[in-house]
């Protein structure tokens, strides 16, 4: 079993800035990409970056340069740092996993966290 456990999420200003963590743990065989979407009351979830094994990076255009991921490896975590947070970022953000597990390494799987919330006063 894998899990995901996010955090880093709070209240913040406008202009503000926030880092979110997501740290994968568990049966864990290898990791194709990680990354981050947001869910908003009343809205689909939408992806806001994810990056692969490789080092590459994807963003939504909505947050091209203000947001930030990274990750560490050997910790299976991803990391996103939020600058210049504006309202409009205020959601629910998830983050996911797609990997493999020990137990059924042929067949990547998509593992989601529990979400933390992020809200962005004006």
């Known amino acids: 079993q894998v899990q995901l456990v996010e955090s880093g999420g709070g209240l913040v200003q406008a202009g503000g800035s926030l880092r979110l963590s997501c740290a994968a743990s568990?049966?864990?065989?290898?990791?194709?990409?990680m990354g981050w979407y947001r869910q908003a009351p009343g809205n689909q979830r939408d992806l806001v970056a994810d990056?692969?094994?490789?080092?590459?990076?994807n963003y939504a255009d909505s947050v091209k340069g203000r947001f930030s991921i990274s990750t560490d490896k050997p910790k299976n975590t991803v990391y996103l740092q939020m600058n210049s947070l504006k309202p409009e970022d205020t959601a629910v953000y998830y983050c996911?996993?797609?990997?493999?597990?020990?137990?059924?390494?042929?067949?990547?799987?998509?593992?989601w966290g529990q979400g933390t919330q992020v809200t962005v006063s004006s």
């Open positions: 996911y996993a797609n990997l493999r597990e020990k137990d059924s390494w042929l067949i990547s799987r998509v593992r």
């Open positions: 990056i692969t094994s490789g080092g590459v990076t």
């Open positions: 568990g049966s864990i065989f290898s990791i194709n990409a």
